[in-house]
């Protein structure tokens, strides 16, 4: 029996003639335990992108980035990683919340080189290594499913030119949000960071927008 394929891979794979690959490759690639090179690439990442399912079945998928390290293998089938201040709609929370089912993709695009993950997520603020990770709100805890390493084929070679200046450090406060300072949000911020805003000196939606379309490093 696969772990990766119901029927409509099957209906797919029967009418393109690749059944027998696509049980080669399972076979092959797919993988139930982390191992010592999937959890080096893994901790060596910066970045990775997370797909959520909502209780209405509709998926979405979220950028997620940090120091390198930031995601970490914790043992052989679980591997945990910190959620940081977002935009406040915490869609990928709620959705992990209510359905664990997640899927995470780490990609290397210098080499290039990715790895797929899949797993049910828990989500916690008394996890242990919350105090690991300065600034995390939570800790969400995925346990593996299936892993394998994807061809590299259609990745693209990219080299980082910066670390976002957002990203937490634990020898210094982390800058708020630009969009935070916009005048139209400020009255529905956090307490915290409304002051904070105000403190900075609030500006337009357009000057933020501006900024980012510039690719300033401050938006």
Known sequence: MSRLYDAPHRALQDSQGTRALADRIESRACKTEFGGEEKGFIESRDLF?????????????????????????????????????GNG???????????????????????????????????????ALMAEYPEAEFMVRVRLSELWVNCPRYVHRYEKQQTSRYVPQPDRTTPLAE?????????????QDAERAQQLGLISEEDWIAKVKAGDPTA
Do not use: C, E
Not at 63 to 83: E, H, I, M, Q, W
């Open 179 to 191: 969009w935070k300072r916009v005048d139209r949000i400020n009255d529905v911020l956090r307490p």
């Open 89 to 127: 709609m915490y869609l990928s929370l709620g959705n992990l919340s209510a359905n664990p089912q997640v899927g995470l993709l780490f990609i290397a695009f210098d080499r290039p080189h990715r790895l797929r993950v899949q797993g049910t997520a828990r989500l916690s603020r008394a996890d």
């Open 49 to 85: 992108f997370l797909t959520t399912i909502d209780t209405r079945g509709r998926p979405t998928v979220s950028y997620k980035g940090g120091a390198p390290g930031f995601v970490r293998v914790v043992d052989p089938v679980t591997l945990a990683f910190p959620s940081y201040d």
